[in-house]
């Protein structure tokens, strides 16, 4: 079966950094997708890594290490607006066709 | 433009009613998907349509019927629910449905917020 797990909260401070883990075992493994997903609302992607190493863009980076089935999420100088969950979502291939397995997702709440 | 939009945004139904929701892009993606999310739990895939042909259907109840009539309009017809499918249904499109993870990228709408008496 496939398994992603999450932390599910986490707490900041206005401005700081915070690091959001996610590991996986699963098959048929095709990329790694972060969505940002706030209370009611729809999930906006943030990024995706394929390949090993650290993806950045702009106060947010993505680092992926396949052979740990292993991710993070960076968010830095962070803002009252980033409090929301973070979906780590794991792109599996499957019969010629790619679906995305989410995790179950870290609600972060940034204070003041 | 990265915006799909889903209606109603809200939506209460009886056991015995029928209902559609409705997903329409027009970035020119030819992969549309319908997922469900109960409340604090991640999304749960249901149907995947490419180029407008039923590709992945994960079991869904046959109470959940969807219908791709082109390829920038994607329907769920809902028929004798239970009070357990209340949820989020969000639908996503996507460039296609595997060619790299630019391409496969996928886009969520705001989502219909369905509650089944």
């Known amino acids: 079966g496939q398994n992603i797990d999450q932390p599910t909260e986490m707490t900041a401070t206005e401005g700081a950094i915070v690091q959001i883990n996610c590991t996986y075992q699963?098959?048929?493994?095709?990329?790694l997708f972060w969505y940002q997903q706030h209370a009611g609302e729809a999930p906006t992607f943030l990024s995706y890594?394929?390949?090993?190493g650290l993806e950045e863009k702009g106060r947010f980076s993505s680092f992926l290490s396949r052979s740990k089935g292993y991710s993070y999420l960076l968010l830095k100088e962070l803002q009252m607006k980033d409090s929301a969950s973070y979906l780590c979502?794991?792109?599996?291939?499957?019969?010629?066709?790619?679906?995305?397995?989410f995790g179950t997702g870290t609600r972060l709440l940034v204070s003041p | 433009d990265t915006e799909v939009t889903q209606t109603p945004k809200h939506l209460v139904m009886g056991m015995t009613n029928k209902k559609s929701l409705k997903c329409e892009q027009h970035?020119?993606?030819?992969?549309m998907y319908w997922y469900k999310q109960k409340a604090k739990k991640p999304p749960e895939l249901m149907f995947v349509?490419?180029?407008?042909?039923?590709?992945i259907n994960e079991s869904v109840p046959s109470r959940f019927s969807p219908e791709c009539p082109n390829s920038s309009l994607l329907n769920l017809h809902l028929h004798a629910l239970q009070p357990e499918d209340s949820a989020l249904y969000l639908c996503?499109?996507?460039?296609?449905?595997?060619?790299?993870?630019?391409?496969?990228?996928?886009?969520f709408g705001p989502g219909t917020r369905l509650l089944v008496l």
């Open positions: 996503a499109s996507s460039q296609v449905i595997a060619g790299g993870p630019q391409q496969e990228t996928q886009y």
């Open positions: 699963t098959s048929g493994f095709n990329g």
């Open positions: 890594n394929v390949l090993d």
């Open positions: 979502a794991v792109s599996i291939m499957n019969t010629g066709f790619q679906k995305l397995v």
């Open positions: 970035m020119g993606h030819r992969a």
């Open positions: 349509y490419s180029y407008e042909k039923l590709s």
